[in-house]
């Protein structure tokens, strides 16, 4: 198979239209059969659910072209069974877990040509998600559903590549308590769309928002789980208001079966953030990007960017993900 005439190391985190996408459409209370097609464009009425009231949700998630020549996927069971919860909660019928998978194969081996080579710093991100299709206007949730996959090669997600990142404390809420922050539902990134062209204007690469009951305790970013690093020691927020990042539970493995350090899932107060050393921005997209400062209204904290620890993270989840170090049992699905 013939690669696509593509300059790899220079892509950014942008929509490249690729050959095929998985299509299920959902009605009369069952999903149909699906298939891949190679329409990209979607036709609905103007009443549908998803553009009144934005019901509905996605996933993330990355193929790669591993040292040896295949292409793989990371835990995409994860990504399956995130995205169950997300629809169980914004009322959606839930894709099988196991199809769900299996859409996500196909969609990789149709789009072969387009999964970046080994080496090349690029992978092919892979966005499912649904929509509630059918014509609703009283609030309620929609009776008929879509469910795609599409493909696009990506390069790094923050602008300038990886570079240490400016974050700054948020004024704005992301997430209620009680709301959906812990799930992927699209209406979480309509409330950050303000937010994160406020930061661009300000000079800021990131928003890290707070818990938006107390405004005491760190939650994450827009885009990202958030971890920080004292001594041999990995902390990271615990909140029932943040996404649990498949990379932030993958990364906590590494650190503690890998790196041998102590880990700890707590709670993070704003106060204390000053008294880590490195910072790190973890998910699909942003892998693990080094946290230079970390601005709250005019007090800069700063960390060592990519100071030892992040960088061993860096190393051993990419590692894993390329095949050049071993995976725990059922981290890598091969595709090809
Ligand atoms: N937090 C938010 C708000 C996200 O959008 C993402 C991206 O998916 C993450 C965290 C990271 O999650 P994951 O590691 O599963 O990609
Ligand atoms: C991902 O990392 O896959 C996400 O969905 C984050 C998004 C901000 C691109």
Same mark, same amino acid.
């Given at each position: 198979?013939?690669?696509?005439?593509?300059?790899?190391?220079?892509?950014?985190?942008?929509?490249?239209?690729?050959?095929? #996408?998985?299509?299920?459409?959902?009605?009369?209370?069952?999903?149909?059969?699906?298939?891949?097609?190679?329409?990209?464009?979607?036709?609905?009425?103007?009443?549908?659910?998803?553009?009144?009231?934005?019901?509905?949700?996605?996933?993330?998630?990355?193929?790669? $072209?591993?040292?040896?020549?295949?292409?793989?996927?990371?835990?995409?069971?994860?990504?399956?069974?995130?995205?169950?919860?997300?629809?169980? #909660?914004?009322?959606?019928?839930?894709?099988?877990?196991?199809?769900?998978?299996?859409?996500?194969?196909?969609?990789? #081996?149709?789009?072969?040509?387009?999964?970046?080579?080994?080496?090349?710093?690029?992978?092919?991100?892979?966005?499912?998600?649904?929509?509630?299709?059918?014509?609703?206007?009283?609030?309620?949730?929609?009776?008929?559903?879509?469910?795609?996959?599409?493909? $696009?090669?990506?390069?790094?997600?923050?602008?300038?590549?990886?570079?240490?990142?400016?974050?700054? %404390?948020?004024?704005?809420?992301?997430?209620?308590?009680?709301?959906?922050?812990?799930?992927?539902?699209?209406?979480?990134?309509?409330? /950050?769309?303000?937010?994160?062209?406020?930061?661009?204007?300000?000079?800021?690469?990131?928003?890290?928002?707070?818990? /938006?009951?107390?405004?005491?305790?760190?939650?994450?970013?827009? @885009?990202?789980?958030?971890?920080?690093?004292?001594?041999? $020691?990995?902390?990271?927020?615990?909140?029932? $208001?943040?996404?649990? /990042? %498949?990379?932030? #539970?993958?990364?906590?493995?590494?650190?503690?079966?890998?790196?041998?350090?102590?880990?700890?899932?707590? *709670?993070?107060?704003?106060?204390?953030?000053?008294?880590?050393?490195?910072?790190?921005?973890?998910?699909?997209?942003?892998? %693990? /990007?080094?946290? @230079?400062?970390?601005?709250?209204?005019?007090? *800069?904290?700063?960390?060592? @960017?990519?100071?030892?620890?992040?960088?061993?993270?860096?190393?051993?989840?990419?590692?894993?993900?390329?095949?050049?170090?071993?995976?725990?049992? @059922?981290?890598?699905?091969?595709? *090809?």
């Amino acid at each position: 198979m013939e690669k696509k005439n593509i300059d790899w190391s220079s892509l950014g985190f942008g929509y490249v239209q690729t050959d095929m #996408r998985y299509v299920s459409n959902y009605k009369n209370g069952a999903w149909d059969d699906g298939c891949l097609t190679d329409q990209a464009n979607v036709t609905m009425s103007e009443c549908a659910c998803v553009l009144q009231y934005a019901q509905t949700c996605f996933e993330g998630m990355k193929a790669y $072209t591993t040292q040896d020549g295949h292409i793989v996927c990371f835990r995409p069971d994860l990504n399956a069974q995130r995205m169950a919860d997300s629809c169980r #909660r914004l009322k959606m019928p839930v894709f099988p877990e196991d199809r769900f998978v299996k859409a996500v194969v196909e969609t990789v #081996r149709a789009n072969a040509a387009w999964v970046p080579p080994y080496g090349s710093g690029a992978s092919l991100y892979l966005r499912p998600f649904m929509f509630g299709s059918d014509a609703i206007i009283g609030v309620k949730p929609a009776t008929e559903f879509q469910f795609r996959v599409f493909a $696009t090669p990506v390069g790094p997600y923050f602008k300038g590549g990886i570079k240490p990142l400016k974050l700054r %404390i948020c004024d704005y809420d992301r997430a209620a308590p009680r709301g959906t922050g812990h799930v992927k539902a699209g209406l979480n990134y309509a409330m /950050s769309l303000y937010a994160i062209v406020d930061a661009h204007e300000q000079g800021y690469d990131e928003n890290v928002y707070l818990d /938006s009951g107390s405004r005491t305790f760190i939650e994450e970013t827009g @885009g990202a789980n958030i971890v920080f690093v004292k001594g041999n $020691t990995l902390v990271t927020p615990k909140s029932d $208001t943040i996404l649990p /990042s %498949i990379t932030r #539970r993958s990364l906590v493995q590494v650190a503690k079966d890998y790196l041998g350090m102590e880990v700890e899932e707590r *709670e993070v107060a704003l106060s204390e953030i000053g008294d880590f050393t490195e910072c790190g921005l973890c998910g699909t997209a942003a892998v %693990i /990007s080094p946290v @230079g400062t970390i601005v709250d209204h005019g007090k *800069e904290i700063n960390y060592a @960017g990519f100071g030892p620890t992040i960088q061993k993270l860096y190393d051993t989840l990419t590692g894993i993900q390329m095949g050049r170090i071993p995976a725990p049992e @059922g981290w890598i699905e091969v595709i *090809e």
